[in-house]
């Protein structure tokens, strides 16, 4: 063979390229596997056997399909949907923030209330996994200042609220980020009167300076 450099050549060649096959073959059937395992967890998610908690890897593999496309998708999804519009406030919660803007107005004008705010627009996170597991949830009412200001979490806890370990769980989570925040985190229940939850408030408010003696 090796008196025979053309020959020897030849099989080199061969060899080479039957590895370059193998080679491509193995990539594309990993490539494949990596893709499915996507499509899994992506579906997972939007059945909500995720708990609606994307983790930042998954957050990321979505990111890189082409947004004019999966906006196109988007509405076409929409224009084939019927949507009606439902009240951002449920009866008790309603009573609950006229009850805190009467407060504020008479405490501290500056302040106000507002509706089902998404903690994922007052909280910042480096950690990307941390950041998406609080991005989707919301309190029921935020107190802010006059800058807007993220100052107290107002939650209220109707009757069976605390029926299950997951809803533990998630209350649990909003009130740990919110502490570490520093924004404070009032429960309200069922049971209060309007008399204890504005006395809860006016705790809230910042007091009077004392006059100079």
């Not at 993220?150 to 806890?157: I, R, T, Y």
Request: net charge positive.
């Amino acid at each position: 063979m090796l008196d025979m450099p053309v020959t020897l050549f030849g099989v080199l060649a061969v060899g080479a390229f039957i590895g370059v096959v193998f080679e491509k073959t193995f990539a594309a059937i990993d490539r494949d596997k990596r893709r499915a395992y996507w499509r899994g967890r992506n579906a997972d998610k939007r059945n909500g056997l995720n708990g609606g908690m994307p983790l930042a890897a998954s957050i990321e593999a979505a990111q890189k399909k082409d947004s004019t496309a999966l906006a196109a998708d988007q509405l076409k999804v929409v224009m084939n949907a019927d949507f009606q519009w439902r009240a951002l406030l449920n009866k008790p919660e309603r009573r609950l923030l006229n009850c805190i803007d009467q407060v504020l107005a008479e405490e501290s004008p500056g302040w106000r209330a507002m509706g089902q705010v998404s903690l994922g627009e007052i909280l910042y996170c480096r950690d990307k996994d941390a950041f998406w597991a609080i991005n989707a949830k919301r309190v029921d009412l935020l107190i802010v200042d006059e800058d807007c200001r993220p100052l107290h979490a107002v939650e209220f806890q109707g009757t069976g609220h605390h029926g299950s370990a997951e809803t533990a769980a998630r209350d649990a989570i909003k009130k740990e980020a919110l502490r570490r925040a520093g924004i404070g985190y009032v429960e309200v229940v069922s049971g209060h009167t309007p008399a204890e939850v504005r006395d809860m408030i006016r705790k809230l408010t910042p007091k009077p300076a004392s006059p100079a003696a």
